[in-house]
């Protein structure tokens, strides 16, 4: 399989609830292109200092296409812990970080810190890719973030996508409002983001929603 065409959709918003969107997006317009692609979905820790910098700070480094995956995520680490000591405001900041590629043939790498999600929905399934990283027992406290150690622990999975597949990005804001299967159900009729995003934001979530949708397509 190759000569794959991407078309994704993206959309994120502040939400009725929070003064500030803190989540941010890779790339922030909807588009399409042949592969390769990446894509990437940050949530800013909420209630924090500066979590709408650090969220932009991850999110702009994908723009350096050369580098892996994994050294954008270690580069960002690197430039929040270092914002934060040059601004006193700014101690706290952190963000959560999912990052993909998608070369010629499908073959999909992701890379993955805190716990935003990625899923992957085939004709018949949907399968979560990413672990989140919470303290047990507790749903909303991360084991690690961007900013919040220097060396973190980054999940790297590598999955081979078919043509047909979609490919999901979100935030908490998004995943929290809806089940697994809503998500399945949805993506298999071919919403886009701004659809999944706009039916989240029906609930009066008290989060920002975010989500990034990616359809692989052949030539």
């Known amino acids: 399989m ?6 994704w959709s993206v959309r994120t918003e502040c939400g009725p609830e929070r003064e500030k969107n803190e989540d941010a997006i890779y ?3 909807s588009g399409n292109k042949m592969a390769p692609f990446r894509a ?8 924090h200092a500066k ?9 702009d480094s994908m723009s350096n296409e050369e580098d892996s995956l994994l050294k954008i ?11 934060q000591e040059k601004n006193i405001e700014a101690k706290g900041m952190g963000t959560t970080m999912t990052a993909l590629s998608i070369n010629e043939n499908g073959l999909m790498e992701v890379a993955h810190v805190g716990d935003s ?6 004709e018949r399934n949907i ?35 078919n043509e047909g597949d979609v490919v999901f990005l979100c935030t908490d804001g998004l995943y929290n409002e809806f089940g697994e299967e809503y998500f399945k159900k949805r993506l298999q009729e071919g919403v886009s983001a701004n659809t999944l995003v706009g039916e989240a934001l ?3 979530p008290k989060d920002n929603v975010s989500a990034i949708v990616i359809n692989v397509m052949s030539k």
């Open 51 to 59: 979590g709408e910098v650090a969220s932009k700070i991850a999110a």
């Open 73 to 83: 995520i270690e580069d960002a680490n690197y430039k929040i812990n270092n914002y």
């Open 117 to 122: 999600r990625c899923y992957v929905v085939s």
């Open 40 to 47: 990437a979905i940050c949530d800013g820790l909420g209630g």
């Open 127 to 161: 399968i979560k890719i990413t672990e989140d990283q919470i303290v047990p027992g507790y749903k909303n406290v991360l084991k690690q973030a961007l900013g919040t150690k220097e060396k973190l622990e980054i999940q790297k999975i590598d999955f081979q996508l």
């Open 27 to 29: 790339p922030n317009k």
């Open 202 to 204: 029906l609930q009066k």
């Open 2 to 7: 190759n000569n794959l065409k991407i078309i």
